[in-house]
């Protein structure tokens, strides 16, 4: 039995699929048909990092009248930090949650899903070969 794919979650051969999350699940590839992915950006959750970033950004402009007359560069510098936090602050996010979604013998179910972009990555490459070698 050649194997595409072996991981920690995944065991991806040629004719079958197998999943472990909170079950050991088994997908046959000759029933699955339809395959698309689904992408979903992670929830803010509490918007613990944008408020850390508006906060920067308020502390940026509330600097500049309580320590620009003591210290020009004093003030820079902390400005040029308070922009920096904001900046790194605003553009990150939680990770993207994937799902590659197949109809399994005439229902829809979702054959497996990560947050790793890698692991996710060779899983579904791993799916791939194994169908074209079915064809």
Do not use: K, N, W
Not at 65 to 73: F, L, T, W
Not at 102 to 123: K, M, N, P, W
């Amino acid at each position: 039995m050649r194997v595409f794919y072996r991981g920690p979650r995944a065991l991806v051969t040629a004719d079958v699929i197998t999943v472990r999350s909170s079950a050991l699940r088994s997908y046959a590839l000759a029933d699955l048909s339809d395959l698309y992915l689904v992408t979903q950006q992670g929830a803010g959750g509490s918007g613990g990092s944008r408020a850390m970033g508006v906060s920067a950004l308020v502390g940026g402009i509330l600097v500049v009248p309580a320590i620009g007359r003591a210290s020009v560069v004093l003030t820079t510098v902390v400005v040029v930090a308070l922009c920096l936090c904001a900046f790194v602050c605003l553009r990150i996010g939680p990770p993207a949650h994937r799902e590659l979604v197949a109809t399994y013998r005439g229902r829809r179910v979702v054959v497996f899903a990560s947050d790793d972009q890698q692991e996710f990555g060779q899983v579904c490459r791993g799916i791939q070969r194994a169908m074209e070698q079915q064809r």
